[in-house]
């Protein structure tokens, strides 16, 4: 009985320090910065963007490597945001990212080159939400307005990782909550629920079910 309960005290520890670690980040790359290592996307690439758009990326260090080790996904990748556009026609990524790792906690936003800089060349990945009945403009828009809505209410990181608590996110939280919200379409319903772990991953974005994929820089 007595190591029953020390193996159990031993698995709650080591899966808080995973749900811990789960910052949707790395520090290196917010903190350090990748600035000098150049990686973008092809000018055609560029031009396939649309508003609301979905981008996922691998970052870089210890942090990363343990996302992709625990999740141990088909495409490798350790953090989510979304594309939006301004009036300007610049794009930019609306995030949340962990105060651990970074100098705001919370959904944050960066320039769209910034962030796709920051992540490990190669490790790219953009998709498409789409509805039979929806305009993929019309939805892309609608995706991209929401997720400003919840930048300007400055939501903060989710470090309970608690689906049912509509007041802090994490990375992939933001993503699936906005779905919800608009189309209440649940991304994870083709997963167990019954298992946070099955409700961290990144797959149900990348998905062809329900996402058309416009940007793929993972080699088959």
Known sequence: ???????????????????LLFSCDDPNTRKQGYNG?????LPEEFFNIQNGDIIMRQGYGIVSSIILKTLNEDIPVSHIGII???????????????????????IQIDKLDRFINNSRPGSII????????IDDNYAGKQI?????????????????????????FFCSELVWRILV???????????????????????????TNRFEIIVNHHTP
Do not use: C, W
């Open 144 to 168: 991209s307005d929401r997720a400003r809505y919840y930048l300007d209410k400055k939501i903060p990181f989710d470090h309970s990782f608690n689906f049912e608590d509509t007041t802090s």
């Open 181 to 207: 919200d608009l189309f209440d379409d649940d991304v994870f319903d083709d997963y167990n629920k019954d298992y946070l772990i099955k409700r961290l991953k990144f797959e149900p974005f990348y998905d």
């Open 126 to 133: 953009i998709t498409r939400y789409y509805l039979p009945k």
């Open 1 to 19: 009985m007595k190591n029953s309960s020390l193996i159990s005290g031993f698995l709650i520890i080591t899966f808080s320090g995973i749900l």
């Open 37 to 41: 290592r150049n990686y973008t996307l």
């Open 84 to 106: 939006s556009q301004n009036n300007a026609g610049d794009y930019y990524v609306i995030h949340s990212v962990s105060r651990a790792i970074s100098d705001y906690d919370g």
